[in-house]
Protein backbone atom coordinates (compact mmCIF):
# COMPACT_ATOMS: atom_id res chain seq x y z
CA UNK A 1 0.00 0.00 0.00
CA UNK A 2 1.32 3.49 -0.83
CA UNK A 3 2.27 5.94 2.19
CA UNK A 4 0.49 9.17 1.85
CA UNK A 5 2.73 10.72 3.63
CA UNK A 6 5.51 9.41 0.39
CA UNK A 7 2.75 10.67 -1.80
CA UNK A 8 2.51 14.43 0.23
CA UNK A 9 5.87 14.62 -0.24
CA UNK A 10 6.70 13.79 -3.78
CA UNK A 11 4.34 16.36 -4.41
CA UNK A 12 6.49 19.29 -2.98
CA UNK A 13 9.56 17.92 -4.11
CA UNK A 14 8.00 18.24 -7.78
CA UNK A 15 6.48 21.59 -6.65
CA UNK A 16 9.66 23.20 -5.37
CA UNK A 17 12.23 21.03 -6.87
CA UNK A 18 14.63 19.57 -4.38
CA UNK A 19 14.49 17.49 -1.55
CA UNK A 20 16.03 20.10 0.33
CA UNK A 21 13.12 22.84 -0.20
CA UNK A 22 10.83 20.03 0.20
CA UNK A 23 12.15 18.94 3.41
CA UNK A 24 11.96 22.40 4.83
CA UNK A 25 8.71 22.76 3.86
CA UNK A 26 7.62 19.81 5.28
CA UNK A 27 9.83 19.73 8.43
CA UNK A 28 12.25 16.48 6.95
CA UNK A 29 16.00 16.51 6.70
CA UNK A 30 16.89 16.20 2.85
CA UNK A 31 17.95 12.57 3.70
CA UNK A 32 14.48 11.75 4.66
CA UNK A 33 12.76 12.67 1.80
CA UNK A 34 15.30 11.24 -0.39
CA UNK A 35 14.85 7.97 1.94
CA UNK A 36 11.02 8.70 1.38
CA UNK A 37 11.30 8.93 -2.44
CA UNK A 38 13.52 5.92 -2.45
CA UNK A 39 10.68 3.64 -1.12
CA UNK A 40 7.74 5.26 -3.17
CA UNK A 41 10.56 4.53 -6.18
CA UNK A 42 10.60 0.93 -4.77
CA UNK A 43 6.95 0.49 -4.00
CA UNK A 44 5.71 1.51 -7.41
CA UNK A 45 8.42 0.19 -9.36
CA UNK A 46 8.85 3.73 -11.31
CA UNK A 47 11.95 5.65 -11.90
CA UNK A 48 10.47 9.14 -10.40
CA UNK A 49 14.34 11.01 -9.97
CA UNK A 50 17.66 11.50 -12.29
CA UNK A 51 20.08 11.25 -9.47
CA UNK A 52 23.72 13.16 -10.00
CA UNK A 53 26.63 14.16 -7.56
CA UNK A 54 25.33 17.61 -6.95
CA UNK A 55 21.35 17.31 -8.10
CA UNK A 56 18.18 15.42 -8.05
CA UNK A 57 15.54 16.33 -11.43
CA UNK A 58 12.43 14.43 -11.38
CA UNK A 59 11.20 12.33 -14.34
CA UNK A 60 8.32 12.85 -16.30
CA UNK A 61 6.81 9.98 -14.38
CA UNK A 62 7.18 11.90 -11.23
CA UNK A 63 5.73 14.97 -12.64
CA UNK A 64 2.63 12.84 -13.59
CA UNK A 65 2.46 10.64 -10.69
CA UNK A 66 2.73 14.33 -9.07
CA UNK A 67 -0.53 15.36 -10.01
CA UNK A 68 -2.29 12.07 -9.36
CA UNK A 69 -1.13 12.27 -5.46
CA UNK A 70 -2.16 15.64 -5.67
CA UNK A 71 -5.75 14.66 -6.50
CA UNK A 72 -5.61 11.55 -3.87
CA UNK A 73 -4.23 13.99 -1.15
CA UNK A 74 -7.31 16.26 -2.11
CA UNK A 75 -10.18 12.98 -1.95
CA UNK A 76 -8.06 12.19 1.24
CA UNK A 77 -9.06 15.56 2.52
CA UNK A 78 -12.53 15.97 1.93
CA UNK A 79 -13.23 12.08 3.06
CA UNK A 80 -11.51 13.51 6.25
CA UNK A 81 -13.79 16.75 6.23
CA UNK A 82 -17.08 14.53 5.41
CA UNK A 83 -16.45 12.07 8.43
CA UNK A 84 -15.51 15.18 10.43
CA UNK A 85 -19.02 16.76 9.23
CA UNK A 86 -20.57 14.28 10.26
CA UNK A 87 -19.57 14.44 14.15
CA UNK A 88 -20.46 18.20 13.72
CA UNK A 89 -17.04 19.42 13.97
CA UNK A 90 -16.02 20.17 10.15
CA UNK A 91 -13.90 23.10 9.53
CA UNK A 92 -13.14 24.24 6.13
CA UNK A 93 -10.10 26.32 5.74
CA UNK A 94 -9.63 29.32 2.77
CA UNK A 95 -6.08 30.28 2.07
CA UNK A 96 -6.26 34.13 0.95
CA UNK A 97 -2.61 35.85 0.06
CA UNK A 98 -2.96 39.76 -0.73
CA UNK A 99 -0.84 42.72 -0.68
CA UNK A 100 -0.96 45.10 2.18
CA UNK A 101 -3.32 47.86 1.39
CA UNK A 102 -5.90 44.96 0.46
CA UNK A 103 -5.37 43.51 4.06
CA UNK A 104 -5.26 46.54 5.90
CA UNK A 105 -8.67 47.96 4.37
CA UNK A 106 -10.51 45.33 2.93
CA UNK A 107 -9.97 41.69 4.29
CA UNK A 108 -10.35 43.52 8.03
CA UNK A 109 -13.95 44.06 6.83
CA UNK A 110 -14.48 40.98 5.11
CA UNK A 111 -13.37 38.78 8.06
CA UNK A 112 -15.65 40.40 10.22
CA UNK A 113 -18.57 39.16 8.03
CA UNK A 114 -20.71 36.22 9.60
CA UNK A 115 -19.91 34.08 6.20
CA UNK A 116 -16.67 34.22 7.68
CA UNK A 117 -16.75 34.49 11.31
CA UNK A 118 -19.32 30.78 10.99
CA UNK A 119 -17.41 28.16 12.92
CA UNK A 120 -17.17 25.91 10.02
CA UNK A 121 -14.98 27.65 7.79
CA UNK A 122 -11.29 29.60 8.70
CA UNK A 123 -9.74 31.94 6.23
CA UNK A 124 -5.72 31.96 6.30
CA UNK A 125 -4.07 34.67 5.27
CA UNK A 126 -0.65 35.93 4.03
CA UNK A 127 0.68 39.16 3.71
CA UNK A 128 2.90 39.87 0.88
CA UNK A 129 3.60 41.42 -2.67
CA UNK A 130 2.29 39.84 -5.62
CA UNK A 131 5.99 38.61 -5.89
CA UNK A 132 5.59 36.08 -3.56
CA UNK A 133 1.99 35.57 -3.72
CA UNK A 134 1.63 34.45 -6.97
CA UNK A 135 4.02 31.36 -6.51
CA UNK A 136 1.67 30.20 -4.00
CA UNK A 137 -1.25 29.76 -6.30
CA UNK A 138 0.46 26.78 -8.16
CA UNK A 139 -1.03 23.64 -7.90
CA UNK A 140 -0.31 21.63 -4.77
CA UNK A 141 0.55 25.36 -3.38
CA UNK A 142 -0.26 26.80 0.20
CA UNK A 143 -2.88 29.72 -1.47
CA UNK A 144 -6.34 29.41 -2.87
CA UNK A 145 -6.95 32.81 -3.87
CA UNK A 146 -4.61 35.81 -4.31
CA UNK A 147 -5.47 39.59 -4.18
CA UNK A 148 -2.52 41.14 -6.81
CA UNK A 149 -2.23 44.66 -8.55
CA UNK A 150 -0.55 45.38 -11.76
CA UNK A 151 1.02 48.21 -12.30
CA UNK A 152 1.54 50.06 -16.15
CA UNK A 153 2.51 47.18 -18.83
CA UNK A 154 4.08 45.02 -16.47
CA UNK A 155 2.90 41.07 -16.49
CA UNK A 156 2.33 38.99 -13.67
CA UNK A 157 3.80 35.71 -14.64
CA UNK A 158 0.83 33.51 -13.33
CA UNK A 159 1.27 29.41 -12.95
CA UNK A 160 -0.72 27.20 -14.63
CA UNK A 161 -4.46 26.45 -13.17
CA UNK A 162 -4.98 29.87 -12.37
CA UNK A 163 -8.13 32.34 -13.34
CA UNK A 164 -8.33 35.55 -13.16
CA UNK A 165 -11.37 37.91 -11.82
CA UNK A 166 -11.32 41.73 -12.02
CA UNK A 167 -11.71 43.77 -8.75
CA UNK A 168 -11.02 47.13 -10.14
CA UNK A 169 -8.39 50.22 -10.73
CA UNK A 170 -6.61 51.91 -8.14
CA UNK A 171 -5.27 55.34 -9.47
CA UNK A 172 -2.27 56.70 -7.90
CA UNK A 173 -2.37 60.10 -6.54
CA UNK A 174 0.21 63.04 -6.11
CA UNK A 175 0.26 64.26 -2.54
CA UNK A 176 1.82 66.32 -0.39
CA UNK A 177 2.32 68.07 2.88
CA UNK A 178 -0.39 70.89 4.03
CA UNK A 179 1.95 72.62 5.51
CA UNK A 180 3.41 73.81 1.96
CA UNK A 181 0.47 75.57 1.28
CA UNK A 182 -1.60 73.57 -1.44
CA UNK A 183 -4.99 72.94 -0.69
CA UNK A 184 -6.90 69.86 -1.96
CA UNK A 185 -6.84 69.40 -5.55
CA UNK A 186 -4.92 72.60 -6.35
CA UNK A 187 -2.70 72.45 -9.31
CA UNK A 188 1.14 71.47 -9.11
CA UNK A 189 3.19 72.43 -11.88
CA UNK A 190 6.05 69.50 -13.36
CA UNK A 191 8.60 72.77 -12.42
CA UNK A 192 7.91 72.71 -9.10
CA UNK A 193 7.54 68.72 -9.20
CA UNK A 194 11.12 68.95 -9.81
CA UNK A 195 12.24 70.97 -6.64
CA UNK A 196 10.98 69.51 -3.79
CA UNK A 197 12.04 66.33 -2.21
CA UNK A 198 10.47 62.59 -3.14
CA UNK A 199 9.84 59.62 -1.22
CA UNK A 200 9.51 56.89 -3.53
CA UNK A 201 8.81 52.88 -3.52
CA UNK A 202 11.74 50.81 -2.83
CA UNK A 203 13.73 50.36 -6.14
CA UNK A 204 13.35 47.12 -7.87
CA UNK A 205 9.77 46.77 -7.15
CA UNK A 206 7.15 46.45 -10.44
CA UNK A 207 5.58 49.76 -9.25
CA UNK A 208 8.44 51.19 -8.48
CA UNK A 209 9.86 51.12 -11.54
CA UNK A 210 7.06 51.87 -13.48
CA UNK A 211 6.85 54.93 -11.90
CA UNK A 212 10.19 55.77 -12.30
CA UNK A 213 9.11 55.47 -16.26
CA UNK A 214 6.31 57.56 -15.89
CA UNK A 215 8.16 60.69 -14.10
CA UNK A 216 11.28 60.17 -16.53
CA UNK A 217 8.94 60.51 -19.43
CA UNK A 218 7.56 63.26 -17.79
CA UNK A 219 10.61 64.94 -17.38
CA UNK A 220 11.09 64.94 -13.96
CA UNK A 221 14.34 63.93 -12.05
CA UNK A 222 13.62 63.31 -8.39
CA UNK A 223 15.64 64.10 -5.59
CA UNK A 224 15.02 61.27 -3.59
CA UNK A 225 14.68 61.68 0.83
CA UNK A 226 13.19 58.53 1.25
CA UNK A 227 12.18 55.00 0.06
CA UNK A 228 9.42 53.21 1.32
CA UNK A 229 7.68 49.92 1.38
CA UNK A 230 5.17 50.50 3.71
CA UNK A 231 2.29 53.29 2.19
CA UNK A 232 1.17 54.37 5.30
CA UNK A 233 4.93 55.03 6.23
CA UNK A 234 4.85 57.22 3.47
CA UNK A 235 1.95 58.68 4.40
CA UNK A 236 3.55 59.44 7.76
CA UNK A 237 6.42 61.13 6.47
CA UNK A 238 4.48 63.46 4.26
CA UNK A 239 2.33 65.08 6.95
CA UNK A 240 5.55 65.40 8.81
CA UNK A 241 6.50 67.90 5.49
CA UNK A 242 9.65 65.25 4.37
CA UNK A 243 8.42 65.42 0.75
CA UNK A 244 5.75 64.34 -1.74
CA UNK A 245 5.02 60.81 -3.20
CA UNK A 246 2.53 58.75 -5.58
CA UNK A 247 -0.09 57.24 -3.26
CA UNK A 248 -2.18 54.35 -4.53
CA UNK A 249 -6.22 55.74 -3.62
CA UNK A 250 -6.99 52.92 -1.62
CA UNK A 251 -3.89 53.27 0.47
CA UNK A 252 -5.04 56.66 1.38
CA UNK A 253 -8.55 55.66 2.67
CA UNK A 254 -7.05 56.58 6.42
CA UNK A 255 -4.77 59.46 5.53
CA UNK A 256 -3.31 61.24 7.96
CA UNK A 257 -4.24 65.10 8.85
CA UNK A 258 -1.52 67.34 6.67
CA UNK A 259 -1.72 65.09 3.96
CA UNK A 260 -3.42 67.14 0.72
CA UNK A 261 -4.00 65.33 -3.17
CA UNK A 262 -2.37 67.71 -5.84
CA UNK A 263 -3.30 67.54 -9.58
CA UNK A 264 -0.64 67.39 -12.27
CA UNK A 265 -2.24 66.67 -15.58
CA UNK A 266 1.04 65.45 -16.85
CA UNK A 267 1.56 62.13 -14.73
CA UNK A 268 -1.07 59.61 -14.81
CA UNK A 269 -0.58 55.95 -13.36
CA UNK A 270 -3.09 53.09 -12.39
CA UNK A 271 -2.56 49.76 -10.67
CA UNK A 272 -5.27 47.02 -12.15
CA UNK A 273 -6.52 44.92 -8.85
CA UNK A 274 -7.55 41.63 -9.08
CA UNK A 275 -8.69 38.10 -7.87
CA UNK A 276 -6.62 35.20 -8.82
CA UNK A 277 -8.16 31.70 -8.10
CA UNK A 278 -6.11 28.13 -8.03
CA UNK A 279 -8.55 26.04 -9.92
CA UNK A 280 -7.44 23.35 -7.13
CA UNK A 281 -8.89 25.67 -4.57
CA UNK A 282 -12.08 25.06 -2.55
CA UNK A 283 -14.52 26.58 -5.66
CA UNK A 284 -17.94 27.37 -3.57
CA UNK A 285 -15.82 29.55 -0.84
CA UNK A 286 -13.33 31.04 -3.62
CA UNK A 287 -16.55 31.96 -5.50
CA UNK A 288 -18.27 33.59 -2.32
CA UNK A 289 -14.76 35.20 -1.19
CA UNK A 290 -14.13 36.99 -4.66
CA UNK A 291 -17.95 37.86 -4.61
CA UNK A 292 -17.58 39.38 -0.77
CA UNK A 293 -14.33 41.19 -2.24
CA UNK A 294 -16.49 42.78 -4.79
CA UNK A 295 -19.02 44.41 -2.75
CA UNK A 296 -16.73 46.01 -0.40
CA UNK A 297 -16.98 49.52 -0.68
CA UNK A 298 -13.47 50.07 -1.35
CA UNK A 299 -13.64 48.04 -4.73
CA UNK A 300 -17.56 48.80 -5.57
CA UNK A 301 -16.80 52.31 -5.80
CA UNK A 302 -13.36 52.28 -7.70
Excluded at 54 to 61: G, I, N, W
Excluded at 70 to 92: C, I
Excluded at 133 to 139: C, E, K, Y
Excluded at 175 to 199: H, K, Q
Aim: glycine residues 8%; charged residues 20%; negative net charge.
Amino acid sequence: MLNLNHLRTLVEVVRLGSFTAAGNRLGYTASAVSQQMAALEKDTNVRLFVRSARSVHPTQAAHAMGQQALKLLRDAENLLAAGTAAGGNAVRELRVGAFPSVATFVLSQIVEMPRWQAPSVQVKISIGEPSSVVPGLRVGGELDVGIVYQVGESGLALPQGVSRHWLGEDPYKLVVPAAWGFTEGSRMSLEALNEVPWILHLRGSSDANVIDFVLANAGLHPRVVASSDDFNATLRLIAAGHGVAMVPQLAMVERPEGVVEVEVPEIALTRRLMALCADDAPADLSENFVEALRNVDEFRNM
